[in-house]
């Protein structure tokens, strides 16, 4: 069909990968020596870029990118507590809160294109 799948599909996956990330950083805030992991989330949608079509020579056009199929996990790098754990549970509710804010708006979209072409189905 379109591009447009292809990235909102990228944000989903990204966003359940995280999410899944984060979860395991809270239950193990209480583990001693555990570091708190993160997904680079724009590294995993790198290149996703919708490709604009041009008919005319005036039209904008896009470079072309490789397509990032995966993010990097990373330790975080905050300071430790007293057990060498550096899980701050603030931080993490609210990287999780962003994270299911962006993972909303990314099943929105797709609900949203989806029925757009459902209609445009129908009326052909």
């Keep these: 069909m379109d591009s447009g799948f292809n990235i909102l ?3 989903i ?3 359940n990968m995280r999410h ?3 979860t395991s ?3 193990n805030a209480d583990t001693p020596n555990y570091k708190a992991k993160d997904i680079n989330f724009k590294e995993f949608v790198a290149g996703a870029e ?3 079509k041009t008919t005319a020579p005036q039209h904008v056009r896009t470079s072309q990118g490789a397509a990032g199929t995966s993010g990097t996990m990373s330790t975080e790098k905050a300071g430790a507590w007293g057990d ?8 993490e509710i609210a990287k999780m809160t962003e994270n299911g804010l962006l993972h909303d708006a990314g099943v929105k979209l797709l609900s949203s294109k989806m029925r757009m072409y459902r209609n445009a189905l129908r009326r052909s």
């Design 20 to 22: 899944r990330v984060l």
């Design 84 to 91: 060498s754990n550096n899980v701050e549970l603030d931080m």
């Design 25 to 27: 950083n809270i239950a």
């Design 13 to 15: 996956n990204g966003t």
């Design 50 to 52: 919708l490709e604009l």
């Design 9 to 11: 599909e990228r944000i």
